[in-house]
């Protein structure tokens, strides 16, 4: 019997025995299920969820090998564009399954990855930003779910949404992924649109701050803006690239943290998810606009480097880019590998990039969506990039 057998065996026989000890359950119905990473995702899970009115007495029910615990829920409500959205967190002991309980009411069991050992696994998409409805975001997610159904957690790296207050395109998101949200834990990273308002001004990005409660950083001032987790023989740095929108004072609070972070953390691979590329591209049409590297990738890269970090995952360019290995600005193979990820939603930038010179693979062009699967252990990482329908067009390995 595998692992998955066996969880959904003993959902079923949980759910068995607490009908057998004559408790008339009532259903409870609950919106946007979803699992957020906790600093390490072996040993806790954070859930959040939605309701259309506010309850009193929800918690969480998680059972370990037949044993159930009970976890106290926390109203984690929040209003933005207009609207209240009655929203509960929980932080809970990892398990086999857990469901959300209120009185005499719960909702069906929901399976728990179990994560342990040296290895790990992700499954990596980005700017899953949609015009007119989020279907193509829904079908490439539970595609590259269904493939790689033994994924640790997912990652976005950014441009979740097209407009970060429109509480639609938000909803919209958020159904798409609920199948399979409750089960395996994911790892925002914010975009600038993520900071966009009504009005395409920027604005503090309520929705996604309050959305997603990610782990504490310790700064009061950019809580939720940045953050770190492990998982298997990785550690995990999710930085904040909007300070054009948001202001610059996050750029050193970030770097000190960074330093820190990074420092005290005895896992052998370090790898950054952040929204805005390192590198800046020509564009057609533009030529007073040179090659060369971005503002992220001027304050940051050198960070990386000394650092150590192996592997850092970039977006907002809607195209896959991988440049392999770089210092000091240029092609090292000691370096830090650098892999631009294209995107997930249905926003596309066709013909606008010139190739880059540190550019080693492209996707095909005229480019659709993409996405990458990241996996390791204590000695491998290697990173895939595929297409919607599953074919490979990258791959690279590094080795400790
Ligand atoms: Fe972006």
Redesign the pocket.
């Known amino acids: 019997m595998n692992r998955r057998t066996f969880i959904k065996l003993s959902a079923v026989s949980v759910a068995a025995l607490m009908t057998g000890c004559g408790v008339e359950e009532k259903t409870l119905e609950v919106k946007f299920l979803r699992q957020i990473v906790t600093k390490n995702i072996s040993g806790k899970r954070l859930v959040m969820w939605q309701v259309d009115e506010p309850l009193q007495n929800l918690s969480v029910e998680v059972s370990v090998n037949g044993d159930t615990k009970i976890f106290p829920a926390q109203d984690a409500s929040f209003t933005d564009d207009g609207q209240k959205r009655i929203q509960y967190a929980a932080q809970i002991d990892s398990g086999d399954v857990y469901r959300i309980v209120d009185g005499e009411a719960a909702t069906a069991w929901h399976e728990m990855k179990n994560i342990s050992g040296d290895d790990f696994k992700a499954i990596i998409f980005s700017?899953s930003q949609c015009g007119g409805g989020y279907d193509t975001w829904g079908e490439l997610a539970r595609q590259a779910i269904e493939r790689n159904s033994d994924a640790d957690f997912f990652v976005d790296l950014?441009?979740i949404v097209d407009n970060g207050e429109d509480t639609t395109q938000w909803e919209d998101w958020l159904a798409q992924i609920k199948k399979f949200a409750p089960q395996i834990p994911f790892a925002p990273v914010m975009?600038?649109?993520e900071t966009y308002s009504r009005e395409w001004t920027v604005r503090t990005p309520e929705a996604y701050l309050n959305y997603f409660a990610t782990p504490d950083n310790g700064d009061e001032n950019f809580s939720r803006r940045f953050y770190s987790f492990e998982v298997g023989a990785a550690h995990f740095a999710v930085l904040d690239s909007q300070w054009d929108e948001l202001g610059r004072e996050i750029i050193d609070a970030q770097k000190n943290w960074l330093r820190r972070d990074l420092s005290s953390t005895d896992k052998p691979w370090k790898i950054i998810f952040i929204?805005?590329d390192v590198l800046q591209y020509r564009i057609n049409g533009r030529p007073e606009r040179p090659e060369g590297f971005s503002d992220v990738g001027k304050i940051f890269m050198p960070e990386f480097e000394s650092l150590g970090v192996d592997a850092v995952f970039t977006?907002?360019l809607h195209t896959y880019r991988n440049r392999g290995r770089l210092k000091n600005f240029q092609d090292d193979e000691k370096g830090t590998l650098y892999i631009l990820s294209g995107l997930s939603g249905n926003v596309r930038y066709s013909g606008l990039w010139i190739n880059h010179a540190l550019d080693k693979t492209i996707a095909p062009q005229p480019e659709t969506d993409n996405y990458l699967v990241l996996a390791g252990d204590e000695k491998k990482l290697s990173v895939k990039c595929f297409l919607p329908d599953g074919e490979l067009i990258d791959e690279v390995t590094l080795k400790k």
């Open positions: 700017d950014g441009d975009g600038n649109h929204h805005k977006g907002h």
